[in-house]
């Protein structure tokens, strides 16, 4: 703050010393050591005052921020939510209209997807001497399924 050496502060005492005597200069120091304390605990409070009010500003902006985006994703969720039961109102219009198409049809003409798929069953691959694939492959040739699963699956 003030460029003051210890020459200055020297010459400063010596000065007081010779104005205000011996008998009332530690009394005076006293009081200008007082008065700088307190100068000193007002700057700081005026600091702290400054620092809060700086972190209240942007605390409020950071709020302002978090309810600019919470209103955009509360909008964006609208727009879905609409989209979404748009999208379910046009499914079951049209599960309606083929549940009345298929009531009107005789059996014998309701579609083969609507009837369950069964699965073929798969031809089993040539298998390969466990001598030339190792143990590891007499393993993972092992069947995991008996014949009499197999006629059961739908998929």
Request: proline share 6%; no cysteine; charged share 30%.
């Amino acid at each position: 703050m003030f460029d003051i050496g210890f020459s200055e502060i020297l010459l400063v005492a010596v000065v007081a010393l010779v104005v205000i005597g011996p008998e009332r200069l530690p009394g005076v120091a006293r009081n200008i050591g007082q008065f700088v304390g307190r100068l000193q605990r007002y700057v700081n409070d005026v600091k702290r005052d400054f620092n809060r009010e700086v972190e209240l500003e942007e605390i409020r902006r950071l709020q302002q921020e978090m309810e600019t985006t919470v209103q955009s994703m509360q909008e964006s969720m609208r727009v879905v939510e609409s989209t979404l039961k748009d999208e379910v109102e046009r499914h079951q219009t049209l599960a309606s209209d083929i549940v009345s198409e298929t009531s009107a049809l005789p059996v014998e003409e309701i579609p083969a997807l609507t009837k369950p798929r069964i699965r073929k069953k798969r031809e089993p691959k040539p298998e390969t001497s466990a001598a030339v694939m190792g143990p590891v492959a007499a393993v993972a040739q092992a069947p995991a399924t008996t014949a009499d699963d197999d006629q059961y699956r739908l998929f």
